[in-house]
């Protein structure tokens, strides 16, 4: 996927990838280790895209023997030609450990809700207007497990630094964890 190659999407054919919408390598590999070391019976994803964060949850979930990973994205056939849809059909993943919603963020969030799912690792990397944002991280804030984390992606933009600033001053539920790389910043929650 990183070499540009055309992947598999809708109908069998081959399309073009963006180079502008994926997570770097270093992101995806801090992602598969956390994935590996906490070892979440669920994780969630806001915003599937092409498909590239996919990749390393669906690893570490294979590598854990365990898991499932859910994807929520209505624009998956129109702006990503379901390309992310065959991760799991590329990466030759056991069947059922992909799941996928067309549902919008506050839609699929609100639901799993009602359902009482629960996900340790949550990536969200959706909309990226600071409303849209917020609204994730506090609908994502129902179905964090206790102690599970979120993630917010794509911190070079000033919409997701705010997010990042307001949760760290308000949002006593959740502590803000350091990590390696700048994109990303990881919230766990405590529990409360």
Known sequence: MYDREPQLGAGGRYYSTDADTRISPRQGMWIYRLIRD?????TLEIGLGFGFSTAYFLAAIQSNGKGSHLALDPYQDRDWNGVGLTREKVLNIKPGAFLFSYEDS????ARLAREQRRFGVIFIDGDHKFD?????????????????????DDLWMPSIQRLVSFSRRNRVDFTEVPTPNFQVRRFSQNGY
């Open 38 to 42: 906490t070892k979440p019976e669920n």
């Open 106 to 109: 506050v839609q699929g969030l």
């Open 132 to 152: 849209s944002a917020l609204m994730d991280f506090s609908l994502a804030s129902f179905v964090c497990e206790p102690g599970g984390h979120i993630i917010l």
